[in-house]
Each structure stands twice: as structure tokens, then as C-alpha cells.
């Protein structure tokens, strides 16, 4: 599937108001790799260290993107019925993650969706819709009865499965690359992943980072800040990746079980916790799942967790809604903030 790009990939909106006074030199570096806009920014010494983030990012762009035939995923999903394919430890734990955050959302993140994915072609050119007989096949081939993992083994059982790993992918790169710095000795940096943002350490003052969350109904706005430390913060929305047919728009999130496209009440959800990878995938998650249905997953997550839900009401106002846990966190919000109780 080719993505639209998003030449407003920093609408995460990143509030930096560091970097004013330190030793150290900073160093940031714009690019784009695994189909989106990246901004790396890092408190470091060494020259070379940009290029080593950007060198792991292509990396994983080559072993995770379904639609390069040379990937791993593209090759796994190419034996699917086949054989079993011996895949390299990053992929392996990119596909367990996925398999902890299936089972956290009770199904709803589904990372053998891409038999959905393929036949309904998000963000190119194709005006097409579905027919309810390919989706039925589809979900079919989507059931996770039909992925087998023995460390490092994949197996797809039935030709035709597809594994799509972009609801979580960005994510578990983000993770990756905070790992690596804090292991090269960084100790503040900032990770924009097209709106993916992972934060090394604090700010070189001493101070939490500013991450600004867009306003989804409203370009160019910001609904809330939250100021953290050394975590991620990931956000999923329909704003951007949709198709129009008949003047009907058609999101990139689907229902695992009939595998058409969902719209509801959700605009955005962000999710704050240190695992790049469960933030991405809950995210993804709770995007499909509706508001309410998102109500029953948060008594899964773990207490690591904060989640940030942007929703319109039946009355087409916008809410914010969060977590007990983001009290403290959420610094500056254009709605009124809403917290969940600790027990849902």
C-alpha cells in the first residue's frame, strides 16, 4: 500500500522548549524512512550517532514493511501455507509484542489483518470497496489460530494469511532506538517518528519534554500537552490515512471480525508508557475499539499505562478523556479533561 506522506509529519506537534543551555552538543538530523517524516534530536559527542539511529531505522524498514518483497514479513507471508520461515530476533519480537497487545485488546488488535489491509487499499488511488465475499475470506485467513511462533520459526498456516505489522511497527523501532542511545551514553534525546515520540532521559535543564497532542478536528492545533520524562508517547488517529468513495470516507482501521472499515466516536488516542511497542499497538488498539469497548481493555493494561481518548459526542463537541495516571501529566489542555477512575 503506498501511504499518503504527510508533510506535517511534526503535528504531533512537539513543544521543544529545551536545548537552551547545556555542554553537551546537540545534534538532530530530519529524514524519512519506513514511509514517514523522522526528526531525531540528541544530546551527544558523537558525530557519528545520527547516522547510526538512521542506519537501525532502515534497517527495520527492510525486515518490517509488508510491501517490500525483500522484507522478512513480505517473505514470511509469501511461504504462508508453505513452510516455516526462520526469522531474525527482531522480527520474532516484534511479532510476540504484537501477540501481547492482541491479547490485551481481546482480539482487536490483529496483527494478521493484511488480508484486510491488502483488499481495501488505504491511501492510493484505487476507488474501490470490497465485496462482502473477498472480506469474508479475508477475516477467515485473519484468525490468529493461523500464526504459529517457536522463537524464531514463523509459519502462516494457510495461503493467503498476511501479517501487517504497521500498527506497531513505528513503535517498536521507537523503543529500539531510546534502548541504543541510552546504551551509546545519550541521556536526553528526543525520538519523532511521524508522530511516534519516544523521549530519552529529561530535558538537558532538568525538565520534563512539552509533547504537544494534535487536535484532531482542528489542523495546525493542539488539544493537550503532556509533560514526561523517558517514555513514549503515541498517538493513532483517522486523520490521516483514509480513503473517500461516493462521498463516504473509509478509515484504516477495521473490524477484525466482519473486516470492514470502522468509523466511531474515537478521533485519536495517545498512550503514554516507557514501551514504545504497547503504546503503538494499544493506540492502534483502542482506535478500533470505540470508546466504550476501549472502557473494558483498560482493565488490561498494565498500571504503566496512561491513555489520552479524543472523542466527539453524539452532540459533535469534542472530550477529552484520560486516565487517572496523566493527573499530574496533562499540564495544558483546549478541552475539558475528563479523568477515568482507576477501576473502570
Not at 498500571?303 to 493527573?327: P, W
Request: charged content about 25%.
Amino acid at each position: 500500500m503506498k501511504r499518503k506522506i504527510f508533510f506535517t509529519f511534526s503535528l504531533l506537534l512537539i513543544l521543544i522548549l529545551c536545548f537552551k543551555t547545556s555542554e553537551a552538543k546537540l545534534n538532530s538530523k530530519d529524514g524519512f524512512v519506513m514511509d514517514t517524516f523522522i526528526r531525531i534530536s540528541v544530546y551527544s559527542d558523537n558525530e557519528n550517532i545520527l547516522d547510526d539511529c538512521y542506519g537501525l531505522l532502515t534497517k527495520f524498514d527492510k525486515l518490517f514493511s509488508m510491501y517490500d518483497e525483500k522484507s522478512e514479513i513480505a517473505k514470511i507471508n509469501s511461504l504462508a501455507g508453505e513452510k516455516v520461515f526462520r526469522a531474525s530476533p527482531e522480527v520474532a519480537e516484534l511479532i510476540n509484542d504484537s501477540i501481547k497487545v492482541y491479547e490485551i485488546t481481546n482480539g482487536i488488535f490483529n496483527p494478521l489483518i493484511g488480508a484486510v489491509t491488502k483488499l481495501w487499499k488505504i491511501n492510493t488511488a484505487d476507488n474501490k470497496i470490497p465485496t462482502p465475499e473477498s472480506l469474508d475470506e479475508a477475516v477467515k485467513l485473519s484468525d490468529i489460530k493461523n500464526l504459529e511462533i517457536h522463537e524464531n520459526n514463523i509459519f502462516l498456516k494457510h495461503k493467503g494469511c498476511v501479517l501487517d505489522l504497521s500498527g506497531i511497527a513505528k513503535g517498536y523501532a521507537s523503543k529500539k532506538l531510546s534502548d541504543f542511545l541510552k546504551s551509546s551514553g545519550v541521556k536526553s534525546a528526543l525520538i519523532d517518528l511521524g508522530g511516534n515520540v519516544q523521549t530519552v532521559g529529561k530535558k538537558v535543564d532538568g525538565s520534563n519534554w512539552n509533547i504537544g497532542i494534535r487536535d484532531p478536528s482542528t489542523p495546525y492545533e493542539i488539544a493537550a500537552v503532556v509533560s514526561v520524562n523517558d517514555t513514549a508517547v503515541i498517538t493513532s488517529g483517522g486523520y490521516e490515512r483514509y480513503k473517500i468513495v461516493n462521498g463516504k470516507k473509509y478509515s484504516h482501521f477495521f473490524d477484525v471480525k466482519t473486516g470492514e472499515s470502522i468509523t466511531n466516536d474515537l478521533l485519536s488516542v495517545s498512550v503514554v508508557t516507557p514501551d514504545g511497542s504497547l503504546a503503538d499497538g494499544l493506540a492502534t488498539g483502542f482506535m478500533a475499539a470505540g470508546f466504550e469497548r476501549s472502557l473494558e481493555i483498560l482493565k488490561n493494561i498494565p498500571e504503566s499505562v496512561g491513555v489520552i481518548f479524543i472523542r466527539q459526542n453524539v452532540e459533535g463537541n469534542i472530550e477529552i478523556f484520560a486516565t487517572k495516571n496523566l493527573e499530574k501529566s496533562i499540564v495544558k489542555s483546549k478541552y475539558k479533561v475528563t479523568y477515568l477512575r482507576s477501576s473502570i
